[in-house]
């Protein structure tokens, strides 16, 4: 794909308008590749909106399937497609969307063992992690320090949401600022806690939108800060963030230098 | 903009004091007054206190897991004990926050 086609320059006319994306700009968003992993209340907004953006590639990691207590946030998945695999109504969602997008749909959750390999599968430029639980988060980030990949990562609890984004070698990642898990059961989840359905609009829109901006090379990432939203007094914070040089994974001495699977989530109460 | 929040830690009553004498402890007071920034919010305190202590007054959520970073550098937990705020202080609570995806 060398130019925009017609039906294509009127679909991106918004954005071809903006100085700072124009032709050039949406041609790096149709050549552009974000892996978005879980496909909830965070990642179905980022889903959606970089798919109508026309990010040529959107990979899809999810391995649960849609269930009635989704529908209240997780916008991607529709009244009937309770009881299906997540990612098959993500890519359906996405292809309903723009056509020009192509979606790579992994089953499974990421793990030690994989999600190295589906990082590289498609040679993603940028990754959004919208999962629920730590191990997933501290997993992500380690993949993506060690796989020197930009990636954005988000969480949301009840009216509360925060977000910051990770490029390699320009400022702290996750474990700077958390260096280690916190204990089973010790830090609730939005299963446990709830969470008002538009957190993860705002805060996975956010997270689209830092995907866009490192696509197109624009603006001022969130990195070195942690952007945190408080919905009840309509709050927005960005505290500035230091790189750690003690850090286990991106410090001056790191430890982790390959990828262990941590303990399973306290907060998945599934089967409670 | 920040909310203005004074925390009383002397447990010290007006009525101690003849009324001359409460105003003269108030200005002296007010001269000692320390002024920090936890999350953005001015905090007042009345006499140094550690970190652990600051969590308490600040009523950090959890504070076992709180991250802490004060005038932007993080400190680690075991230090909570021996490291003292002072006046101009910029203190930042950082939480982990879950959730997401189901």
């Known amino acids: 794909m060398s130019s925009l086609t017609n039906e294509q320059l009127e679909r991106y006319s918004r954005h071809i308008l903006l100085q700072q994306v124009g032709g050039k700009g949406q041609m790096k968003l149709l050549q552009g590749r974000v892996l978005i992993i879980g496909t909830g209340g965070l990642g179905s907004p980022a889903a959606m909106y970089l798919a109508a953006a026309g990010v040529g590639q959107i990979g899809l990691v999810d391995s649960d399937v849609v269930d009635m207590s989704n529908l209240q946030r997780q916008i991607i998945h529709q009244t009937k497609d309770v009881g299906r695999p997540k990612i098959e109504s993500g890519r359906e969602t996405i292809e309903a969307i723009n056509p020009d997008v192509q979606v790579h749909t992994y089953n499974e959750m990421v793990r030690a063992d994989n999600i190295r390999d589906i990082i590289r599968d498609q040679g993603y430029d940028f990754i959004i992690d919208g999962t629920d639980n730590f191990p997933a988060k501290f997993l992500i980030n380690d993949a993506c320090v060690l796989e020197k990949k930009a990636y954005s990562h988000a969480g949301i609890i009840r009216f509360q949401g925060q977000t910051m984004t990770y490029v390699p070698g320009q400022g702290p990642c996750y474990r700077c600022v958390f260096p280690t898990m916190p204990p089973k059961d010790a830090v609730p989840t939005c299963r446990q806690a709830g969470v008002l359905g538009v957190m993860g609009g705002v805060i996975g829109t956010l997270q689209a939108t830092e995907a866009l901006k490192y696509l197109l090379g624009v603006g001022n990432l969130l990195t070195g800060y942690l952007l945190t939203y408080d919905a009840l007094t309509m709050t927005f914070r960005k505290v500035k963030l230091r790189q750690n040089p003690h850090c286990g994974v991106c410090g001056e001495h790191p430890t982790i230098t390959e990828l262990v699977d941590y303990e399973q989530p306290a907060c998945d109460l599934r089967n409670h | ?102």
């Open chain 2, 1 to 102: 903009m920040s909310v203005l929040k004074r925390v009383v830690l002397l447990d010290l009553t007006a009525k101690e004091f003849e009324f001359d004498q409460s105003v003269d402890f108030i200005q002296e007071r007010q001269a000692e007054i320390m002024k920090l920034t936890v999350n953005g919010e001015t905090l007042e305190l009345e006499q140094p206190i550690n970190l652990k202590a600051l969590l308490v007054v600040a009523e950090a959520n959890q504070p076992e897991y709180v991250t802490v970073q004060l005038n932007g550098e993080f400190v680690d937990h075991s230090g909570f004990e021996d490291t003292f705020v002072k006046d101009g202080d910029t203190v930042e609570f950082l939480y982990f926050m879950g959730g997401g995806a189901r």
